[in-house]
C-alpha cells in the first residue's frame, strides 16, 4: 500500500514534504494525526507497481477475485469500533450513519463476490462457425468482457465508506479485473487509510499481485491531476462537484491516449407535485419532504433540491406546510467547515436573485458547522429566464417552482439539466393524465420514482444512479449496483480462435458453467 496526506491546514515540513490534518466538524477543530501528501516518486511507483499488477489480476479466476473481494469486506467488520470512531471524528456524522455506511459498503462488496463468481457478467457471446453458408462462409466469432487496466478511483466527501477506499467504484473495478489507485479525500484521510489497510490485508491474504490496489493521499488537486494524465491509467471514477468532475473529464480528454471517466457530479433531483395529489395529503406529503430535504443535513446527490407543481390553493398550502415543518427540525453537522462555507455562498446566491420568495429560514443560533435549512419559492417564467436559480445548493435547501399550468410545467422540466433522479407525487389515476410530464422528466434523468422521496439509494441490479450530464457523464452506465462493473471493462472478440486456446468463458464444454449467449440464445449448454 502506498500512502500520502489530507486537510484542513496543510503545511510543509522540514524535508520539504506536505504534511496536513483532517478535521472534526462537531468539535471544531483540527484532528490530531497528521498526514503526508502524495510524491511524485509514490505516484509513479503505486501505478508502475497497478500496470504489473495488472497482467496476473486481468487472468484471475472469479473464484478468486470473489474470495478477495469477501476478504476486504471482512477486513472491513474486523476494523469495529476504531472505523467508527474515526469515521465519526472526520464527519460530524453520527454513529448510526457511521455503521449503516459500513453495512452498505460490505454489502457492496459482496455483492460483488457473488457476481464474479457465478461468472455470467462477462456476457460471454458465441456465434459458431458455417463453413457452407452461402454466399459466403461464416466465421466462428466469440465475444465477452474484458478489463481495461489500472483504474484511478476519486473517494467522495459525503461517503467515507461507500463511495470511497472501497466504495461502489473500488469494488466494482477490482471485480472487473482492474487493479485500482484511490486518490483518497482529504477530509477523512484517517478513515481511508483504515480501509486501504484493510483491502491491503485481504489481498496478502488471497494472495493478489502486488499493487492490486494503492491509496494515495493528497489535500488538493495535484495528485489527483497527474494521476489522471498519467499514460499508465486507463479509467477513471469520481463522485463530487460538476466543478472537479468536468475538470478531470476535460484533463482526460486532451491525453495522448483519451481514458473513460465516469463521474458522478451535480444533481437537484426534481420533483412534481401532481394537483389532486396536493389537494387531497398536501400536509403529509409537505412533511415527509422536510424530512427528506433535511435528512444527513442535505448532503445527498439525491436531495429534493427542486419541487415542482402547477398553480392552485394544493400548491399553496404544501408551501406553507412545508415551510412550517422544516423549520421544526433540528440542524445537524454538517461534513467540513468548507462545505458548510459553500452551502451557505451558494443559498445566499439564490436567495439574493431577483424574485425568489424566502418562505422558511432557520434563523436561531445554531453551533459552528451546523447547516441552517431553507425553502424559497419562484414563479415558472422566472425560473426558466433564470439559469442560476437551477444551481445545486449542496445542503437542506430546496426550491418550490409554481408553474401557471400544465405546459410551462412540462416546459420547465424539458428545460432542466440531467438529473440523477425524477420523482412523481400523483393520487390514484391521476398520473395517466400527465404523460407528457413523465416523458419530459424520463428524457432529462436516470431514475424516476413514484409517490416516495429520492433519497436512498438501493444497491441492486436493477439501480440506475447516473443521468444526462452533468448527473454523471455518460449516462449509459450506472455508479451503484452489480451493473456498475460495465465502465470498466470493453468488449473484446476472438475469431476463429483455437478452443483450447480461449478463456474458459468462450470453450465449447463451457467449463464455467456460465450463461452464454449461442447463436442468439441464451444457455448454459456445451457446443
Known sequence: MITGKNQIGNTLSATGTITFTTYNPELDRENDVVFTEATKEEIEQSLSLATDAFKEFRNISGKKKAEFLNAIADEILALDDTLVKTYCSETGLPEGRAKGERGRTVGQLRSFATLVEEGSWVEATIDKVQPNREPMPKADIRKMNIPLGPVVVFGASNFPLAYSTAGGDTAAALAAGCPVIVKSHPMHAGTGELVASAIVKAAKKTGMPNGVFSNL???????????????????????????????????????????????????????????????NRAADIAKTYAGSITLGTGQFCTNPGLLLGIKSKGLTDFVEQLSTEIIKIEPSCMLHPNIKKGYEANKSKIVNEDKVEIKANYTSDVHNNYAQQAVVTVEGKTFLENPTLHLEVFG????????????????????????????????????????????????????????????????????????????????????????????????????????????????NDNPLNIFRTIDGERTKDKI
Open 217 to 279: 493521499n493528497s489535500s488538493g488537486i495535484e495528485v489527483g491531476q497527474q494521476l489522471v494524465a498519467h499514460p499508465k491509467v486507463k479509467a477513471v471514477g469520481f463522485t463530487g462537484s460538476i466543478k472537479g468532475g468536468r475538470a478531470l473529464l476535460d484533463l482526460a480528454a486532451k491525453r495522448e491516449e483519451p481514458i473513460p471517466v465516469f463521474a458522478e457530479m451535480g444533481s437537484i433531483n426534481p420533483v412534481v407535485l401532481l394537483p389532486k395529489a396536493l389537494e
Open 396 to 507: 437542506p435547501f430546496s426550491m418550490v417552482v409554481q408553474c401557471d399550468n400544465v405546459t410551462e410545467l412540462e416546459t420547465v422540466i424539458s428545460n432542466l439539466e440531467g438529473q440523477l433522479t425524477g420523482t412523481i407525487i400523483s393520487d390514484d389515476n391521476e398520473l395517466s393524465s400527465y404523460n407528457i410530464l413523465v416523458d419530459a422528466l424520463q428524457n432529462r434523468v436516470g431514475r424516476i420514482i413514484f409517490n416516495g422521496v429520492p433519497t436512498g439509494v438501493e444497491v441492486c441490479g436493477s439501480m440506475v444512479h447516473g443521468g444526462p450530464y452533468p448527473a454523471s457523464t455518460d449516462s449509459r452506465f450506472t455508479a451503484v449496483g452489480i451493473n456498475s462493473i460495465k465502465r470498466w471493462v470493453r468488449p473484446f472478440s476472438y475469431q476463429s480462435w483455437p478452443n483450447h486456446l480461449l478463456p474458459k468463458e468462450l470453450q
